[in-house]
């Protein structure tokens, strides 16, 4: 899950990010599309952490039979990290398997949340009338965490829009003549798989500072300790912007797991090309450092 980019690529990515921030709707605009809505929760619209909290708790409230909230820590400000278990009532397969899927471990990626938000919104609302859903429900536990960063979520609302680490409280460093002190983590390079190698930055003031141990931040650790309790088959991360649908590894280029070519290509292809059926949409496939770092 740690893709990782050379300085220069990164830079040239943030500056093709903030294009694409720029074309963003206008709030007038985005509440001009009147539909999907449910109870009140808009899915066409960015909505702020807490709007975002309220409607997984009123989901939860709604469909007890389906849903569970599950808070698996809290974040430097205090703010819940919430996984939420979607399975069905029937158990059809004699061992139940899992599905994970995060969004917004990168605060700015407004786009990763609300596509988690939209697909758990499906599962749990389908599920008494689609029998495809039903299925997955009934064979599989999924657990969905919309928001992995809600502090730098909340942050790139009301402060920096393009924030991207947590808020990690700030960090001082002295040079000659004055004293620089910088916040945040990238929790996508606070995890202990080649912590601190390329593509991760050993500066608090850099975007992709890694912290200062693996698992050192509230939000990746929660993560941690909560897979190993629950484990699970599939882990999907999402995040913005490229069309791209990475598989491991990503430490390094031209560097597979055993089951690459067999497993985890092979899915993501037929998965892609389920997405360009239905969407139009085209990914690239294949491991973050061969299609990243060119
Ligand atoms: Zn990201």
């Known amino acids: 899950m740690n893709h990782q980019i ?14 694409a921030i720029r074309s963003e709707r206008s709030p007038e605009e985005q509440y001009s599309v009147g539909y999907m809505q449910d109870n009140g929760f808009r899915f066409d619209r960015y909505n702020t952490w807490s709007t975002i909290e309220e409607h997984l708790h009123k989901l ?28 069905g009532h029937r158990s059809l397969a004699p061992e139940r398997v899992s599905i994970w899927i995060d969004a917004g471990i990168h605060a700015r990626e407004w786009i990763a949340p609300a596509t988690a938000l939209i697909m758990l919104d499906k599962l749990v609302n389908d599920y008494k009338r689609d029998p495809e859903i039903q299925t997955f429900l009934d064979n599989i536990d999924w657990y969905i965490l919309p928001v992995m960063n809600p502090d730098g979520y909340e942050y790139s609302h009301s402060k920096n829009r393009m924030w991207r680490k947590n808020r990690r409280p700030a960090q001082c460093k002295k040079n000659y003549f004055h004293t620089i002190c910088c916040s945040g983590v990238d929790l996508n390079r606070n995890f202990d798989w080649f912590f601190g190698s390329t593509g991760a930055s050993a500066d608090p003031c850099h975007e992709t500072y890694h912290g200062p141990a693996a698992f ?70 294949g491991t973050g450092a061969d299609l990243m770092c060119k």
Request: proline share 6%; no cysteine.
């Open 6 to 19: 050379s300085p220069s690529k990164y830079t040239k990515i943030t500056f093709l990010h903030f294009r």
């Open 60 to 87: 939860r409230d709604e469909n007890p039979d389906l849903v569970t909230l599950i808070e698996i820590g809290r974040t430097h400000e205090n703010r819940s990290i919430l996984v939420v278990k979607v399975s």
């Open 216 to 285: 050192s931040e509230p939000e990746s650790r929660a993560v941690k300790e909560f897979l190993e309790k629950n484990p699970v088959k599939a882990f999907i991360t999402l995040h913005s912007y490229s069309q791209l649908w990475l598989i491991p590894y990503g430490h390094r280029k031209r560097s597979y797991p055993q089951d690459y070519s067999t497993a985890l290509r092979p899915l993501a292809l037929r998965a892609t090309k389920a997405l360009n059926k239905l969407y139009g949409t085209k990914y690239a496939v």
